[in-house]
C-alpha cells in the first residue's frame, strides 16, 4: 500500500493536489464533552459564571476549522465555504455536530474534526472550574461527500 504524505525517500511529505478536480466536499464530524448534570443545567440556564458558553464555543470552533491548515503540518489550505455546529445537552453531556463545507482539491474531513475538537476545549474551558473530570469524547469522522473517492458514511 502506498502512502499519500511519505514521498520517495520515506520522510514526510505534503501531498500535491494541483491536478485534483475541484469538486464540492462536504464532511461531518462528532463528539461529546462530558460533564456533571449540575454543569448541564447551569448550561442551559445561561448561569454559568463565564457567560454563554455554547455560543462562545460555536463560535470557538468555526475559528478553529478555519486555522486547520496551521495545525496540521501536512493539511492544505482551503477555502471553507461553510462551518456549522450543531450543540445539543443530553443526560450526561453536550453533544457537537460540526459540518464543514468547501468548493476546493481537496477534503475538508480534518476542518470538521477539528471544529469538533476546538469546540470540546472551549466547552471545557468554560466549565473547568465547575466540573475538573468534564472530558472529550468519542471525535470521529460521521460522513463525507465529494472528490474523487466520493460518499462515505460512518
Do not use: F, Y
Not at 21 to 30: G, L, P, V, Y
Not at 74 to 84: D, F, G, M, P, S
Amino acid at each position: 500500500m502506498s502512502l499519500s504524505h511519505i514521498n520517495e525517500n520515506g520522510e514526510a511529505n505534503m501531498v500535491d493536489t494541483s491536478g485534483k478536480e475541484i469538486t464540492a466536499r462536504i464532511a461531518t464530524a462528532s463528539g461529546k464533552v462530558t460533564m456533571k448534570a449540575e454543569v448541564l443545567s447551569a448550561i442551559a440556564n445561561g448561569q454559568t459564571p463565564k457567560g454563554d458558553v455554547l455560543a462562545t464555543a460555536r463560535i470557538a470552533g468555526i475559528m478553529g476549522a478555519k486555522k486547520t491548515s496551521e495545525l496540521i503540518p501536512l493539511c492544505h489550505q482551503i477555502a471553507l465555504n461553510k462551518v456549522e455546529i450543531e450543540l445539543t445537552i443530553d443526560s450526561d453531556g453536550v453533544a457537537i455536530l460540526a459540518t464543514a463545507k468547501t468548493t476546493d482539491r481537496t477534503g475538508v474531513e480534518m476542518e470538521a474534526l477539528t471544529a469538533v475538537t476546538v469546540t470540546g476545549l472551549t466547552l471545557i474551558d468554560m466549565i473547568k472550574a465547575m466540573d475538573p473530570h468534564a472530558a472529550i469524547r468519542d471525535v470521529q469522522v460521521e460522513s463525507k461527500s465529494g472528490g474523487k473517492t466520493g460518499d462515505w458514511k460512518r
